[in-house]
């Protein structure tokens, strides 16, 4: 069965702090995809990777194929990063299924 | 580029109404997505396009939804009849092989 866990479902922190959300999968992905959607409604492709690690800017995402686990990072965390953080995976069969979303609120 | 552009941004309309949502993909990409988003549910899947040819609809809720892809730079997603529960933010993205998605600005639905 496909399916996407996501934690922690919310997530307050103070300026300048690391934060980590995870992401775990079933096995089978070919991609995994870190989403970032504002108070707005617009989402912001983050990140696919299928192996290793990426960075961008304070953001760096990994990936643990054995574990069947995802990790994004914010480094030095502002209150513009306050967002709702989607992870979604890319199964071999066609489907994506998406994580229920983590609520990170950066405080100043 | 303006990006994946969707309309229209809100849409209300009664039950047993026909709906269409249309989307404007980027140029160039070979991947058409089409998602729901509810409260209740998050994100879904519904359809997928490459080449403008539907690979998998299996995310599609039921036969009152339909979509279509008739050229590289359109495509279409109708509800027909409409019905209060399909009331959601409908996201359009596009994307090429192995790339990250590009997400619209989404159609919110409301269906009364």
């Known amino acids: 069965k496909n399916e996407v866990e996501q934690s922690p479902q919310n997530l307050t922190a103070q300026e300048g702090e690391f934060i980590t959300i995870n992401c775990s999968y079933s096995?089978?992905?070919?991609?995994l995809h870190w989403l970032q959607q504002h108070p707005g409604g617009g989402i912001v492709s983050l990140f696919m990777l299928s192996s290793g690690k990426k960075k961008h800017g304070r953001l760096i995402a990994t990936i643990n194929i054995q574990e069947k686990h995802s990790s994004l990072h914010i480094t030095a965390s502002h209150p513009r990063d306050s967002a709702v953080y989607i992870c979604?995976?890319?199964?071999?069969?066609?489907?994506?299924?998406f994580g229920a979303g983590t609520r990170l609120t950066v405080k100043p | 580029d303006a990006g994946v552009i969707q309309s229209p941004r809100h849409e209300v309309t009664e039950m047993g109404q026909e709906v269409t949502l249309r989307c404007k993909p980027i140029s160039g990409h070979d991947y058409l997505f089409w998602y729901r988003q509810t409260m209740m549910r998050g994100l879904e899947l519904l359809i997928y396009?490459?080449?403008?040819?539907?690979?998998?609809d299996s995310g599609m809720p039921e036969d009152r939804f339909s979509a279509k892809m008739p050229n590289a730079s359109f495509s279409t997603l109708k509800i027909q009849p409409s019905e209060p529960r399909d009331s959601a933010v409908y996201f359009c993205?596009?994307?090429?092989?192995?790339?990250?998605?590009?997400f619209g600005n989404g159609t919110r639905l409301t269906v009364t």
């Open positions: 396009f490459n080449n403008n040819v539907p690979i998998d």
């Open positions: 979604a995976a890319w199964y071999n069969n066609n489907d994506m299924r």
């Open positions: 096995v089978g992905i070919s991609a």
């Open positions: 993205a596009s994307s090429l092989l192995g790339s990250p998605l590009h």
